[in-house]
């Protein structure tokens, strides 16, 4: 698993908020989450407005859009 994803959503997004309950419980298995919100930067609300929320690897850039499970987010990491 890599150590470090990003996931792209934004405050009051009831679908974020079920996502990162997805990833968070990863991070005790060592997987580094940064919460990113997607209203701070006009090219990522561009970029990510219609789709969030969305998980990244940081290593290989590859997105893992929603809807997905702790499984899926595991053979993604993979």
Known sequence: MPSECQLFGTLGCHLCE????E???LVQHGLLV????????????EAYGLRIPV????DTGAELDWPF??????????
């Open 18 to 21: 079920l996502a990162e309950a």
């Open 23 to 25: 990833v968070m419980p």
């Open 34 to 45: 940064e919460l990113i919100d997607i209203v701070d930067s006009e090219a990522l609300v």
């Open 55 to 58: 998980l990244r690897r940081v």
């Open 69 to 78: 499970d702790t499984e899926q987010i595991v053979a993604f990491l993979r």
